[in-house]
């Protein structure tokens, strides 16, 4: 099926730095879901965004809506080393199914 | 949320066997979904799990590949028959409590092997 585009693909952190991802589409979606997955765990829900413009926090999580409801970001400040894994955006168009990006791997600086 | 388990975590099988995975939710759920994550790869759905009716398969899955039963509003199962090592992915359960309520969660997986 259709994929999000999510960017970046992977990134080193180093403990104390803000971290920044986002998700773009071709489509119009009515709910965006960010969701972080550890190795050998489901996805874990982390954040849900139900209106254009939105801006959600979760701790030092914090994720937007897009405006145009095209698009959506999710931020982590102050990022600490069990912020390490995959983040994954899904949007939900009209309709029941969930659209899942292609993930950002989170590593940590060596 | 929902606290969803599957059995079992993990198996390692022959090619041309099958295997069927559990789900359990902890409370009723309205719609449940099989997903598949191939190794460093995002969620792909497999089907949606009806209560009561055939599953709604996703463009590229097949009943006869991947037959799915959801007896009631917190079970379902998932069979990947005759496998191939093509079949070696993540196989992951998820629920929603209803239809417009989106949030969406996710079973621990269950990681399949085929030699």
């Known amino acids: 099926g259709q994929q999000l585009n999510q960017s970046p693909q992977s990134m080193f952190i180093q403990e104390g730095e803000d971290v920044s991802m986002n998700c773009t589409s071709s489509?119009?979606?009515?709910?965006w879901l960010w969701y972080k997955q550890d190795p050998g765990e489901g996805p874990v829900l982390l954040i849900a965004?139900?209106?254009?413009?939105e801006l959600t926090s979760n701790g030092r999580l914090t994720a937007q809506f897009g405006i145009t409801r095209k698009d959506s970001f999710l931020n982590i400040s102050a990022s600490i080393p069990s912020d390490v894994g995959i983040y994954f955006c899904a949007g939900q168009p009209s309709g029941n199914m969930l659209t899942f990006g292609g993930g950002t791997r989170l590593m940590v600086k060596p | 949320s929902a606290v969803i388990s599957q059995k079992p975590s993990r198996d390692i099988c022959q090619r041309g066997t099958s295997l069927t995975i559990q789900c359990q939710v902890d409370s009723q759920v309205t719609m449940m979904f099989w997903y598949r994550q191939q190794p460093g790869q995002s969620l792909t759905l497999i089907a949606t799990?009806?209560?009561?009716?055939?599953?709604?398969?996703e463009s590229g899955f097949v009943i006869d590949k991947f037959p799915i039963s959801r007896p009631n509003l917190t079970f379902s199962t998932l069979t990947v028959s005759n496998m191939s090592p093509e079949d070696s992915s993540i196989y992951l359960c998820?629920?929603?409590?209803?239809?417009?309520?989106?949030?969406?969660?996710f079973g621990p997986g269950t990681r399949l092997t085929v030699l």
């Open positions: 799990a009806n209560q009561g009716s055939e599953a709604t398969y």
């Open positions: 965004l139900y209106k254009a413009g």
């Open positions: 998820s629920v929603r409590r209803d239809r417009e309520y989106n949030e969406q969660f």
């Open positions: 489509s119009i979606f009515n709910t």
